[in-house]
C-alpha cells in the first residue's frame, strides 16, 4: 500500500521542525525525516538521502514548501528525478503541489525557478549593499587573520608550501598565492 513520506528541514539547531511536523502529519505522513542543516546543497543532510532510499514506487514524498527541499533550480531538478525514476511523487502542502498530475508539475517547476530567481535576487543585492558601503567608507571587508610577512619570510627562507600551512594553520593555496605574488613582486623589481 503507497505510504506518504515526510521531510522536514530547519536551517539550524537553534530552529524548531514542531510546525513543520505538525503540518506533515496532518497530511498523512506516516514517517518523517528531519535534518537540521543548510538547505543550499543536498551534503550534510543524511535524512533527506534516508527519506528517498526508503520511499518505494507509489510513495509519495511530502514536504511543506519547496526550499525545504532544495533552494537552486538544479538541485530541485535532480531530486525530482531521482523521485520520478523511483515512481516517487512529491507532495508540497503549503504550495498545494502534487506531481502525480501535470498541473503539479507544472507549478513544481515553476516555483522552482521563482524560488532561484528569489535566491539570485538576494545575493545581488547584498552585493549591491557591500559596494554601496565601501564607496561611503563603513565597509573594509574581513579583517586580516594570515601573517602575510610572516608566511612570505618562511617561503623565502626556503620552507616547503606543506611545511609553512601547517605552521601558519592556512591552506595550501594562500601559501601559493603569497609565494606567486612574492615572485611577481620580485619580478617587478629586477632590472
Given at each position: 500500500?503507497?505510504?506518504?513520506?515526510?521531510?522536514?528541514?530547519?536551517?539550524?539547531?537553534?530552529?524548531?521542525?514542531?510546525?513543520q511536523?505538525?503540518?506533515?502529519?496532518?497530511?498523512?505522513?506516516?514517517?518523517?525525516f528531519?535534518?537540521?542543516?543548510?538547505?543550499?546543497?543536498?551534503?550534510?543532510?543524511?535524512?533527506?538521502?534516508?527519506?528517498?532510499?526508503?520511499?518505494?514506487?507509489?510513495?509519495?514524498?511530502?514536504?511543506?514548501?519547496?526550499?525545504?527541499?532544495?533552494?537552486?533550480?538544479?538541485?530541485?531538478?535532480?531530486?525530482?528525478?531521482?523521485?520520478?525514476?523511483?515512481?516517487?511523487?512529491?507532495?508540497?502542502?503549503e504550495?498545494?503541489?502534487?506531481?502525480?498530475?501535470?498541473?503539479?508539475?507544472?507549478?513544481?517547476?515553476?516555483?522552482?525557478?521563482?524560488?532561484?530567481?528569489?535566491?539570485?535576487?538576494?545575493?545581488?543585492?547584498?552585493?549591491?549593499?557591500?559596494?554601496?558601503?565601501?564607496?561611503?567608507?563603513?565597509?573594509?571587508?574581513?579583517?586580516?587573520?594570515?601573517?602575510?610577512?610572516?608566511?612570505?619570510?618562511?617561503?623565502?627562507?626556503?620552507?616547503?608550501?606543506?611545511?609553512?600551512?601547517?605552521?601558519?594553520n592556512?591552506?595550501?593555496?594562500?601559501?601559493?598565492?603569497m609565494?606567486?605574488?612574492?615572485?611577481?613582486?620580485?619580478?617587478?623589481?629586477?632590472?
Amino acid at each position: 500500500m503507497p505510504m506518504k513520506i515526510g521531510y522536514a528541514r530547519v536551517s539550524s539547531t537553534g530552529q524548531n521542525e514542531t510546525a513543520q511536523v505538525d503540518i506533515l502529519t496532518r497530511n498523512g505522513a506516516e514517517q518523517v525525516f528531519i535534518d537540521k542543516a543548510s538547505g543550499t546543497s543536498r551534503d550534510g543532510r543524511p535524512k533527506l538521502a534516508e527519506a528517498i532510499r526508503y520511499a518505494r514506487k507509489g510513495d509519495a514524498l511530502v514536504i511543506t514548501r519547496l526550499d525545504r527541499l532544495a533552494r537552486s533550480v538544479p538541485d530541485l531538478h535532480a531530486i525530482a528525478q531521482e523521485l520520478q525514476a523511483k515512481g516517487v511523487d512529491l507532495i508540497v502542502t503549503e504550495q498545494k503541489i502534487d506531481t502525480s498530475t501535470s498541473m503539479g508539475r507544472l507549478m513544481f517547476n515553476m516555483l522552482g525557478a521563482i524560488a532561484e530567481f528569489e535566491t539570485d535576487l538576494r545575493k545581488e543585492r547584498q552585493l549591491d549593499g557591500i559596494a554601496k558601503a565601501k564607496d561611503e567608507g563603513r565597509y573594509k571587508g574581513r579583517p586580516v587573520t594570515v601573517d602575510g610577512d610572516a608566511i612570505r619570510a618562511a617561503i623565502a627562507a626556503g620552507d616547503k608550501p606543506m611545511a609553512v600551512a601547517k605552521r601558519f594553520n592556512v591552506a595550501r593555496s594562500t601559501v601559493y598565492r603569497m609565494k606567486a605574488e612574492a615572485m611577481l613582486d620580485d619580478a617587478a623589481i629586477a632590472p
